[in-house]
Structures are given as structure tokens and as C-alpha cells.
């Protein structure tokens, strides 16, 4: 039994947040009432009526085809692989005739041979001897061994590149279709480049909301903005001991409760869902007893927030304010709930709500999160 009381105990305490905040009466045009005996948990809240301004600042956060920020594009000009331990060289030396006599050589010769950064950093390249080449570009590893060789050649012509990129590297992993490394090579390594290089993400993949973590640091980024709406703000150029990660698309659901022909939880995968798109796949409003004035949206605030919670309310008694609803994103774990009751009068809320917060299980971890 004790499972049930706490089930009930959890749907009470969001209850009791729906009736903290069903005080409040907004019409356009209107203005918001609370009422006296409105509990503690409205401070705790924040009231947002689904208005065309409202609307506007969402559609104005609508990413566009956007370019690269001027971050990422100045990144990339001045972007220049460092060697490391590990990177394999490709060193070719020009002998000139004067040397290849003196070594015995009757002809001009061209050494081409294959040399490993050992993991301090460091190369031993003949009549050189050991040299430091960690962080150093290639032509600066190119100008150490020309000054090593001046010594005992006469404008040695030297050539260096790197046969093997293995001192850097970035990990990917998650939803994409080969999750592991990805080597930080001469070629700037931007994220779309890593995404592709791991043969792209899966079809269970939550590409709203990636990570990127670097040196302790989280960044969340939008792949689907990315990709899906050409937001290139969005990219980033990676840099060796990166990792990505894309998330399962799990939890990735509305719950859409009260008065609707079909109350339950539902799926949002990649393609955000509009409120009238969630009322419409809910069967739509139950009109003999829904109130059009009480379409509430409840989100949880981030983390950091002062505040527990978001509810935005949508009177639908004008056919037109639907379009409003249109336009109005979801986002996952979304509560959608259609009361009743006008929405200056909150005494049957609490009777609506309970049967059905009790019988979706999967509910119930919405209301944990919101009490923590």
C-alpha cells in the first residue's frame, strides 16, 4: 500500500500547485485576479498568459539560417595543428651532392623515412639529436630540424608532414550510429564534422539537447537547430579531450491531462509539438465539460531559477486565441491540463486531477521533479 499513498501524496502536491496558481483569471484584454485563499505555492510559481506578445518573443527565439558566430569563424582562420605525443612524422630530407660525397654517396639521395613523437613530446632526428616538438606546428618543427642540420648542411631543404594524427582526439558518444574517437587532425574539427565522422546519430536520438563538455565544463547545444534549421551559431570547433554527447530520446513526452477525449502521456521526439497540436492529438477539448478559459501548460524552471515552476494560460473561448496555441512550443515533460472550472473558481480541480495523475505511472516522475 505504501506505494499508493505516496502516488497520491505526489499528485496532492501538484494539486496543490495547480490550485496555487488557478486564482488567476486572464482574458484578453483583462487583467489577473487571485483570489484570498490562494496557498503558499504561488510564490513559488510564475504566471504567463499565452499572448501575441508572448508568441513573439518565442517566434523571435526561432532559430533562422544564421552564420557561424564570429567566434567560431575566427577560430577556424586561425586554426593550426600542434604536434603531440604519439603523431607519427613523414620528414623527408634533400641531401645535397657535398654531403652524399662525404657519406660515401656518389649521387644526390632523398631520405624520406618515418619518425614517432614519443609521449614526452620529444624526436630524435640524426645529426639533431633529441628535440622538444610538443604543441609546436609543423613548421616549427621544420625550422628546429633546419637549425639542427645548418650545422653540417649548407640550406638543408627539409619537408614534414604528418603520416599519422594519434596525440589528439575527441569522444563521442550516446545516441550516434559508432560511438568513440575521433582524431583532431590538420583539418579544423568542427561539431557537425565529428557528428558525421561517427556516421551521424540515431533514430533514438534527442538531438534538442547535446553536451558538450570541455575541461570540466558543460555546454548545451541544439543539433536540430544545427542541422535541421541551418543555425551554424550553433556549431563549434572541437578542440582534443572533447566530448560529445547525444542523448537517448527518453522522457521525450507532454502529459496532457483533464478535460480532453484522450488523456495520457505523449510522445514529442525531435519535432517540437505545438499546444493545439497536443489539445488536437488528445481528441480535443471535451467541450460539454471543459472550460475554454482554463487550458493550463505547466513547465518546471531550470535548475537555477527562483522559481518552481511556469504556468502558462491559454482562454480558448475565442476560437481565434487557437492560433495563439499554434504557435505555442512544448517542450518535453510538459503538463498540459484542461479544467473544468472557470479558472477563477478552483474547487473542482482538485477532484479532476487526482484520478488521472493516479493512474499514469509515468506521471508520477514529472511530480518528483517538480518537488525537487
Known amino acids: 500500500m505504501e506505494m499508493p499513498v505516496r502516488s497520491t501524496l505526489k499528485a496532492l502536491s501538484l494539486a496543490t500547485l495547480l490550485v496555487a496558481v488557478g486564482g488567476c483569471a ?7 485576479d487571485y483570489e484570498a485563499e490562494v496557498a503558499p505555492l504561488s510564490d513559488q510559481v510564475t504566471i504567463s498568459p499565452i499572448t501575441p506578445g508572448l508568441i513573439g518573443t518565442y517566434r523571435s527565439r526561432v532559430a533562422q539560417t544564421a552564420p557561424a558566430s564570429a567566434e567560431l569563424v575566427a577560430d577556424l582562420q586561425r586554426y593550426v595543428y600542434r604536434v603531440g605525443g604519439g603523431d607519427v612524422l613523414d620528414i623527408n630530407l634533400s641531401t645535397p651532392l657535398d654531403l652524399a660525397q662525404e657519406a660515401g654517396v656518389q649521387r644526390q639521395t632523398v631520405e624520406a623515412l618515418t619518425y614517432t613523437v614519443q609521449p614526452d613530446g620529444t624526436l630524435f632526428y640524426p645529426y639533431v639529436g633529441r628535440i622538444n616538438v610538443k ?3 609543423v613548421d616549427e618543427v621544420r625550422a628546429a630540424l633546419v637549425k639542427g642540420l645548418s650545422r653540417y648542411i649548407t640550406e638543408p631543404q627539409v619537408n614534414i608532414s604528418v603520416a599519422q594524427f594519434r596525440s589528439q582526439r575527441v569522444y563521442l558518444s550516446g545516441a550516434v550510429t559508432e560511438p ?7 583539418v579544423p574539427l568542427t561539431l557537425i564534422d565529428a557528428i558525421s565522422a561517427s556516421g551521424g546519430v540515431t533514430t533514438l536520438a534527442n538531438t534538442h539537447n547535446i553536451t558538450l563538455t570541455r575541461n570540466g565544463k558543460q555546454e548545451r547545444l541544439s543539433l536540430y537547430q544545427l542541422l535541421q534549421e541551418g543555425d551554424m551559431r550553433q556549431n563549434r570547433l572541437l578542440k582534443d579531450g572533447d566530448v560529445i554527447n547525444v542523448p537517448v530520446a527518453e522522457d521525450q513526452n507532454v502529459f496532457v491531462l483533464g478535460q ?13 509539438l505545438s499546444l493545439t497540436d497536443a489539445l488536437s492529438r488528445a481528441g480535443g477539448v471535451d467541450e460539454e465539460r471543459a472550460d475554454p478559459s482554463g487550458i493550463f501548460v505547466v513547465r518546471e ?6 522559481k518552481l515552476a511556469t504556468v502558462f494560460i491559454l482562454d480558448i473561448s475565442d476560437a481565434t486565441s487557437l492560433m495563439l496555441g499554434a504557435r505555442f512550443p512544448l517542450q518535453p515533460r510538459d503538463v498540459v491540463y484542461v479544467t473544468a472550472a472557470p479558472v477563477s473558481r478552483w474547487n473542482r480541480v482538485l477532484s479532476q486531477l487526482l484520478p488521472s495523475v493516479t493512474s499514469t505511472g509515468a506521471f508520477v516522475s514529472v511530480i518528483d521533479d517538480i518537488e525537487d
Open 135 to 137: 604543441n609546436k606546428t
Open 260 to 272: 480532453v477525449l484522450k488523456p495520457g502521456n505523449m510522445p514529442v521526439g525531435n519535432e517540437r
Open 180 to 186: 568513440g574517437f575521433v582524431p583532431v587532425t590538420d
Open 301 to 306: 524552471n531550470a535548475p537555477d531559477s527562483d
Open 26 to 32: 486572464f482574458a484578453p484584454g483583462g487583467h489577473m
